[in-house]
């Protein structure tokens, strides 16, 4: 797993995550991690497979007619 250090934090920012990781009763680097995944993926967040199917759905669908190639590759050279 990466690391990550962060330089140059004003002390009163420390505190403050200190102090917020003991109110959710977490370390300061758990709470650290847990305010940088909640920034990076957010609850709301739109997913574009999600908003697709959901458009799909709202016009009855689409059937595809997907088959399979069923002919056999041929190895590539490298000549």
């Given at each position: 797993?990466?690391?990550?250090?962060v330089r140059n934090l004003p002390e009163e920012t420390r505190r403050a995550?200190?102090?917020?990781a003991a109110r959710n009763g977490r370390s300061t680097e758990a709470e650290v991690r847990e305010i940088l995944e909640q920034?990076?993926?957010p609850a709301g967040r739109v997913r574009i497979g999600s908003e697709l199917a959901a458009l799909g759905r709202r016009f009855g669908g689409v059937e595809l007619d997907i088959a399979r190639d069923q002919?056999?590759?041929e190895p590539a050279t490298f000549e």
């Amino acid at each position: 797993m990466a690391a990550l250090t962060v330089r140059n934090l004003p002390e009163e920012t420390r505190r403050a995550l200190k102090v917020r990781a003991a109110r959710n009763g977490r370390s300061t680097e758990a709470e650290v991690r847990e305010i940088l995944e909640q920034a990076v993926h957010p609850a709301g967040r739109v997913r574009i497979g999600s908003e697709l199917a959901a458009l799909g759905r709202r016009f009855g669908g689409v059937e595809l007619d997907i088959a399979r190639d069923q002919i056999p590759t041929e190895p590539a050279t490298f000549e």
